[in-house]
């Protein structure tokens, strides 16, 4: 017998260090976890959420912790749920929120008790754990997220012993029929976010074909419209700049080398980012937000055909104009053979996160290493003159504690950095790997989760930019 699946809607009250929530359909359900007074919706308070496995009872779910401590998060959930049933974070490790941070995207999976048949099913929950609601099965299913608006749920589906993939669009209430997007492809996979307007960006690639497309999909009736496509190449990383007008993609040549070019949405036109030597490797194309009046585009370049490893980090100020690109992070700024896998502009623009790493060839172990990168900014002047200020690298002053960040987000107002430091988490005994970084002074701040278990990388969630890691 398939699980029946229910909707928990409940008042919570706030008794000393629990809570509990009233009104279910089962007896009065204790929630597991410490009160979430300032958790998501108060501002000035920094929710952060992450998969936790509990080290008693091996069992992972989605907690969160603030100034009020940790809260288990899809406790209420599991009690919807068949015993033994697995809660998932849609993109696990990570756990992702909507963009007003106040929702849960998740994945549960259930065995029917009778048959053995997994059963795998689309389920949000509010980040207080007041509602939670399980959707009908969706065969395949292995990904949700929150579109733009938060009105619907982006469903990625992989067929049962094919390598094909689809996405689904389902409203955000878990209410009626998935719709498909509507592509003649046998892989369509979710990419991110085509801008404000609500649709979502997918690359598709025929049977058969050897050649990888970029859409723009509308979650309310899969309706799709070809933005990017190349004969010769597989296209991939697509983002839209802030105004709109300008998409970025990574196009992969037979040898897997990539180059960068910016397909104008208003007339087609496309411009060459990357300088398209075959000796470069041009990757990890990120718009500056605070760029949308002239749009500004940050990306990655690695040698390749022997040349000596290291990455470089480039930016081009004018889109389309006669000043071309600069580095803003050289080989004098990363040690030799560093190569940089991430960039994340903050939250107002102007300032990028670099995380690089390297692999230690007898230990097998890598490191990683994290600088906040001011991006300069223009004098001002026409295309022809303009000259820019040089940005500067600023390294962590971690107080001489060994430091090993391999991942890190902006908090909303850019005011902090959250990161995840693999030193502390390896360490013995291990101690908290959730740190804080104030961008201006550089500083480190150990930040408590008060949970006794392994956990995954933290996200902020009301505090959350990084909506789609």
């Known amino acids: 017998m398939r699980p029946v699946h229910h909707r928990l809607a409940a008042p919570i009250v706030l008794l000393g260090s629990s809570l509990v929530a009233q009104g279910c359909s089962e007896s009065s359900l204790a929630l597991d976890g410490g009160g979430m007074e300032d958790v998501a919706g108060a501002e000035g308070v920094a929710t952060v959420v992450f998969a936790g496995t509990d080290a008693a009872t091996l069992t992972t779910d989605v907690w969160a912790f603030g100034p009020s401590g940790a809260f288990n998060v899809t406790g209420g959930l599991r009690s919807l749920l068949a015993e033994g049933s697995s809660v998932l974070p849609s993109t696990a490790p990570l756990p992702v929120p909507s963009r007003d941070g106040s929702r849960l995207a998740l994945v549960v999976t259930e065995v029917d008790s009778e048959s053995g048949e997994v059963i795998v099913s689309p389920a949000t929950c509010s980040l207080d754990g007041v509602e939670a609601e399980v959707g009908e099965p969706v065969p395949g299913l292995i990904a949700a997220w929150f579109d733009q608006g938060g009105e619907h749920l982006v469903l990625q589906v992989q067929d049962s012993g094919a390598d094909t993939r689809r996405v689904l669009f389902l409203p955000a209430d878990l209410s009626g029929e998935p719709v498909q997007a509507e592509i003649d492809a046998t892989d369509v996979v979710f990419r991110g976010h085509a801008g404000e307007t609500g649709h979502v960006l997918v690359t598709a690639t025929a049977d058969g074909d050897a050649t990888r497309s970029v859409w723009r999909v509308d979650p309310h009736d899969g309706a799709a419209s070809l933005l990017a496509a190349d004969p010769e190449r597989w296209l991939g990383a697509p983002s839209v700049s802030p105004d709109g007008a300008w998409l ?222």
Do not use: K
């Open 248 to 469: 970025a993609v990574e196009a992969s040549d037979a040898t897997g080398r990539r180059e960068l070019y910016a397909w104008s949405l208003d007339d087609g036109r496309v411009v060459a980012i990357s300088a398209g030597s075959p000796l470069v490797d041009a990757h990890h194309p990120a718009w500056d937000p605070g760029s949308a009046g002239a749009p500004r585009l940050a990306w990655v370049e690695d040698p390749v055909g022997g040349g000596t490893p290291g990455s470089t980090v480039r930016v081009l100020d004018v889109l389309g104009g006669d000043v071309g690109a600069r580095t803003l992070v050289g080989t004098e700024d990363l040690p030799t053979g560093r190569t940089v896998d991430s960039l994340r502009w903050s939250p107002a623009g102007g300032r990028l996160l670099v995380i690089s790493r390297s692999a230690d060839l007898g230990t097998g172990e890598t490191s990683y290493e994290l600088q906040v990168v001011s991006a300069g900014e223009s004098d001002g002047a026409s295309d022809d003159d303009a000259e820019f200020t040089a940005g500067d690298v600023d390294e962590i002053d971690s107080g001489g504690t060994p430091l090993n960040p391999s991942t890190a987000h902006w908090a909303r107002d850019g005011s902090r950095v959250l990161l995840w430091d693999r030193a502390a988490a390896t360490a013995t005994p291990p101690s908290s790997p959730v740190r804080e970084l104030d961008p201006d002074s550089m500083t480190l701040t150990d930040v408590g989760t008060d949970f006794a278990g392994e956990i995954s990388y933290p996200l902020y969630a009301w505090w959350n930019t990084l909506l789609y890691p």
